[in-house]
């Protein structure tokens, strides 16, 4: 089973930036695809970006693409979640996810996640 922690999270104004960290235990962390989603009071889950296990292919959701970049470190078994720009709109509660592959459906396991509140 693999076990994870997310930081990072916190309060910043609208056009300041965050990063969230993601440390993963528990299993080899380079057999696992990556990804961080979001859920928000009243809105549906949905994820921001996600990460191949060697750092090959990433992929962002549109409202986050240019602004935000998942990143993983092998040697460190963290991946990382850069925000820029920030939005009230990113307001949420960020997990950290990890799973077989890269497709959203796969990334099974979570986080018990960290609150990002963008204030405007």
């Known amino acids: 089973q693999v076990h994870m922690v997310e930081s990072g999270g916190g309060l910043v104004q609208a056009g300041g930036s965050l990063r969230l960290s993601c440390a993963v235990s528990g299993r080899t962390f380079s057999n696992y695809a990556m990804g961080w989603l979001r859920q928000a009071p009243g809105k549906e889950r949905e994820f921001v970006a996600r990460i191949g296990m060697s750092s090959s292919s990433t992929y962002y959701a549109n409202s986050v693409k240019g602004r935000f970049t998942i990143s993983r470190d092998n040697a460190k078994n963290t991946v990382y979640l850069q925000m820029n720009s920030l939005k009230p709109e990113d307001t949420a509660v960020y997990y950290c996810?990890?799973?077989?592959?890269?497709?959203?459906?796969?990334?099974?396991?979570w986080g018990q996640g960290t609150q990002v509140t963008v204030s405007s």
């Open positions: 996810a990890a799973g077989s592959t890269v497709v959203a459906r796969d990334l099974v396991s």
